[in-house]
């Protein structure tokens, strides 16, 4: 992986623990984020459709050096240049780099 090319700042934000209420719901702590390095490249319409992904939506695939120990899941949301994004996949492709496909969907 080149790293020159890991340009841009992506953050990475896992949600807060859920806390029983007691009162029959769930109260939703403070969510903490995780700044990164990271390249973007937005997915062409043929890769959208080999992912599985919907058409009409506009995917993108990060990629970011590893991070061991970081815990990086589905449950994860990113924010990249102000705009939430929601990931879809998650492929570790070596110690030293992992690629995240996202689209702008956040629900």
């Not at 209420?21 to 890769?47: C, H, P």
């Not at 599985?52 to 990249?80: C, M, P, W």
């Not at 996949?89 to 995240?100: A, G, L, Q, R, V």
Request: charged letters at 20%; glycine letters at 8%.
């Amino acid at each position: 992986m080149n790293i020159g090319k890991l340009n841009r700042r992506l953050t990475i934000v896992s949600p807060g623990a859920l806390t029983d209420d007691n009162i029959g719901g769930f109260t939703a702590a403070a969510s903490t984020s995780v700044e990164t390095w990271t390249k973007k490249r937005q997915l062409s319409m043929k890769e959208q459709l080999l992912y599985g992904l919907e058409s009409g939506t506009i995917s993108f695939e990060f990629t970011i050096r590893y991070q061991n120990g970081k815990d990086l899941a589905q449950h994860n949301s990113l924010v990249f240049e102000g705009q939430a994004l929601r990931i879809i996949s998650i492929i570790h492709e070596n110690k030293t780099s992992t690629k995240i496909i996202a689209d702008g969907r956040t629900d």
